[in-house]
Each structure stands twice: as structure tokens, then as C-alpha cells.
């Protein structure tokens, strides 16, 4: 048997095979590994979204449950890229309202705070000093999320403020400095 022969007898490398079948919808088959890279660090986004959603405590006078949501958005731009930090954050918000059981609870009063998650990483990446992008991250999510609350309850602002922004200010000043030590350390490192 030549080695011509013996080639045909085994199937092509499963590169050349990736490259045979992109090339002609115009995929670049080189990027297969950083597009497997995104999707595992999108998931474990996603993951650590729902678990950090599932740690929570409910204030007696707000619908709005205390979570630790607002850390791993703040993190997720300095971790993953702006981009993949987005793309994972709508990614779990669009499973919560198809109904996956990643949210606290059906799409409510948080879905404002929710949906500002979604441009925190580039704020938080935008801004060249960390405490203060990170600081107005924070503050953009509460006012985002306080927005939603008042349209949600048919309260005014003000209300919808006082519900659902200044009760987590403190807790929000406790994750806004530890989530701003952290991004500081992940980006030193080697």
C-alpha cells in the first residue's frame, strides 16, 4: 500500500475539515479555538451571573432584592473584553426572559437593573481610572434600575429612587470598592 493510498484511508484532520467547511461561507477556520475560548468565558459569565443572582436578600420595603450581581457586571468588561462582557450579560438576560431559570424571579422590577448591565463593561473599561468608572457604573445601573422601578410600580422617580437606589448605595459602595481592587489586581498581573 503506497502512502497515497493509506492517506485516503483516514479521515482528514479535523482542521481540514473546519477549513473546508468555513471557507465557503467565508468563516475564518483559524479563529476556531478564540471562538471556543469566548464561548467558555461567556458561559462561565452566565454562571456566575445566575449564582450571584441566587445570593440575595429581600428588603422589606423595595421589590428589589440585594444581590451580587452588580460585582460580577463590574468585572466582567476588565475580565472578558467589553465586548464578550456584553454579548454574555444579553445572553443571560435573553435566557431569563425565554424563561431559564437564571433570574431570581420573573422579569419585574429588576429588569431595568438588568438591562443596564448590559452597557456597564464598556463604561467600566471606558473610563482610565478604575474607582471612578466603576463608581458611575454603579451609579448608572441604580439609575437605570430605578428608572425601570418607577414605570414598573407607577411611582415617580423619586419614589422609584428612594425604593430601589438609595437603600443599596452602602452594599453598592462595598462591592464598587472590592470589584475595583480586584479589576486593579487582574490587570497587574503578568
Not at 63 to 77: D, H, N, R, S
Not at 89 to 97: N, Q
Request: aromatic share 8%; glycine share 8%.
Amino acid at each position: 500500500m503506497t502512502n497515497r493510498n493509506r492517506t485516503r484511508l483516514y479521515p482528514p484532520a479535523p482542521t481540514a475539515v473546519c477549513e473546508a467547511v468555513a471557507r465557503p461561507i467565508g468563516v475564518d477556520a483559524s479563529a476556531e479555538p478564540a471562538m471556543g475560548r469566548a464561548a467558555l468565558q461567556i458561559g462561565a459569565l452566565i454562571a456566575a451571573l445566575t449564582a450571584s443572582a441566587w445570593i440575595r436578600v429581600y428588603l422589606p420595603f423595595t421589590p428589589v432584592p440585594f444581590t451580587l450581581q452588580t460585582m460580577v457586571v463590574l468585572l466582567a468588561g476588565h475580565v472578558l473584553g467589553p465586548r464578550r462582557a456584553m454579548l454574555g450579560i444579553l445572553t443571560y438576560v435573553g435566557m431569563g426572559m425565554a424563561g431559564a431559570p437564571v433570574l431570581t424571579g420573573p422579569i419585574g422590577p429588576t429588569f431595568g437593573y438588568l438591562l443596564a448591565f448590559a452597557a456597564t463593561p464598556w463604561i467600566t473599561t471606558g473610563i482610565r481610572n478604575t474607582a471612578v468608572a466603576m463608581t458611575v457604573a454603579t451609579l448608572f445601573i441604580l439609575s437605570v434600575g430605578a428608572a425601570w422601578l418607577a414605570l414598573w410600580a407607577g411611582v415617580s422617580y423619586a419614589a422609584a429612587l428612594a425604593m430601589g437606589a438609595l437603600p443599596f448605595l452602602p452594599g453598592d459602595a462595598v462591592k464598587t470598592v472590592i470589584a475595583a481592587k480586584i479589576a486593579l489586581h487582574w490587570r497587574s498581573r503578568p
